[in-house]
């Protein structure tokens, strides 16, 4: 049984050498208030990362045999609640189990996703403008007020050098930093698109993200391009890295998740025996990434 925590890329080594193992999905500090058991391929904590999040970041990862994931959340003094979605019964068994308990059938299940976390709308607050005053501040531009301003002049001007001060310390970073550049390419033996590169780094949560598809850049938006892509990303504090690969399906929902060996060199050449069998709703079969040429 292992516990993953800010490491996505030894999270993700764990799901390709274990595609029939099992996940519990819990806090960073486990408690019987939050356990919930997954399959080892459910999409809810394996595929394309919910809205760009980790997996192993605020909702950790405990994987194992199921036996030991249910013995380990009975010690915590709770119960590892089944996935609704990877381990939900048929809907005859649950018509049966309902009718013997008296009891009606649930059919719609909240949904909810790897990270455990629920969507909300966020809530926007209108704004209004006060009419008093508009005469004075249309007979001059904005930007020749505040020029005459003391206080904007007093404010603004600490902040525009404090700006060019963080610019210049990021430029002088990525300068000193080149070898956390990553670089390379990844093929879909399938022939399907690859719609989505992850990296997953072994320094934090925070450094995690998609890669760029396309020319060099260090970041980016994923679009679907061809079974061979090359791909770029910046590390911003260096360190080892696995990746994520999606072939074929969308950005959003991946039709085969595949995985790389933990890398060091920071240019690599990936092949993925990607695999094509109609998957189980819900589940997402898993392939590896094998390394044909790094430097």
């Keep these: 049984m292992q516990h993953f925590v800010d490491n996505d890329a030894a999270y993700f ?9 099992f996940v519990i999905n819990t806090g960073r500090n486990p408690t019987a208030a939050y356990l919930i058991l997954h399959r080892a391929n459910c999409r809810t904590i ?12 605020d909702y950790t990862k405990i994987c194992g045999h199921r036996k030991e994931l249910e013995a380990f959340a009975r010690r915590l003094g709770g119960v590892a609640r089944p996935c609704q979605l990877c381990l939900a019964k048929p809907r005859r068994d649950r018509l049966q189990e309902s009718a013997a308990n008296g009891k009606k059938p649930k059919d719609h299940l909240a949904n909810h996703n790897g990270d455990g976390l629920e969507s ?36 603004g001007a600490p902040l525009i050098v404090a700006a060019l001060v963080a610019i210049g310390a ?14 390379g390419s990844v093929t ?12 997953a780094t072994s320094s934090g949560q925070s450094d995690s993200g998609y890669a760029h598809i396309g020319p060099a850049r260090n970041a980016g938006i994923n679009y679907p391009a061809s079974p ?19 072939c074929g399906g969308s950005g959003a929902h991946w039709a ?7 890398l060091e060199k920071r240019t690599a050449q990936l092949t993925c025996d990607d695999p094509t069998s109609v998957p189980t709703p819900g589940l997402v079969p898993h392939g590896k990434c094998v390394v044909t040429a790094d430097r």
């Design 120 to 155: 909300a709308n966020e809530a926007r607050e209108p704004t209004a403008r006060s009419a008093a005053g508009n005469d004075d501040r249309r007979a001059r531009p904005r930007w020749r007020a505040a020029l005459t301003n003391p206080w904007a002049v007093g404010v």
């Design 170 to 183: 990021h430029l002088i970073a990525f300068i000193s930093n080149q070898d956390s550049a990553l670089s």
């Design 228 to 246: 061979e892509v090359t791909y770029s990303y910046l590390l911003p504090h260096g360190g080892t890295y696995s990746v994520h690969v999606g």
């Design 188 to 199: 879909c033996q399938s022939g399907r698109n690859v719609v989505g590169v992850w990296i």
């Design 256 to 262: 085969s998740s595949n995985y790389s060996p933990v």
């Design 46 to 57: 394996s595929g394309a990362p919910s809205r760009g999040s980790t997996f192993t970041g």
């Design 13 to 21: 080594q764990w799901l390709a050498d274990h595609p029939a193992g």
